[in-house]
């Protein structure tokens, strides 16, 4: 089955930009759509930005022109560019994926989280 591995949070001050990445390794057909969720201390989990395999992309109306979603076919990685962040970005954010396994299964994944604060 396929996992997410994300990389790229840290601590940075407001206005400052940070990238996230997320790898999908294992044995599995293809990835679908993948994502970026995030969840903030005492709040449900909310979709920041997704990708399909097309290409199309979804943005949450709070990050749109500041947040950038990609990804690379190839390596079967996807990017969340982050600019001009803001501290109510503050959130553990969660890769996710719709991955075709072999058996032709379609599941969800989700990454480790990774924290992403943002200082004033």
């Known amino acids: 089955q396929a996992q997410l591995v994300e990389s790229g949070g840290g601590l940075v001050q407001a206005g400052g930009s940070l990238r996230l990445s997320c790898a999908a390794s294992?044995?599995?057909?293809?990835?679908?759509?993948m994502g970026w969720y995030r969840q903030a201390p005492g709040n449900q989990r909310e979709l920041v930005a997704t990708?399909?395999?097309?290409?199309?992309?979804n943005y949450l109306e709070s990050v749109k022109g500041r947040f950038t979603i990609t990804r690379d076919y190839a390596k079967n990685t996807v990017y969340l560019q982050m600019n001009s962040l803001k501290p109510e970005d503050t959130a553990v954010y969660y890769c996710?994926?719709?991955?075709?396994?072999?058996?032709?299964?379609?599941?969800?994944?989700w990454g480790q989280g990774t924290q992403v604060t943002v200082s004033s």
């Open positions: 996710n994926a719709e991955v075709v396994e072999l058996s032709l299964q379609l599941l969800q994944h």
């Open positions: 294992g044995r599995f057909f293809k990835a679908n759509a």
């Open positions: 990708i399909t395999r097309g290409g199309s992309t």
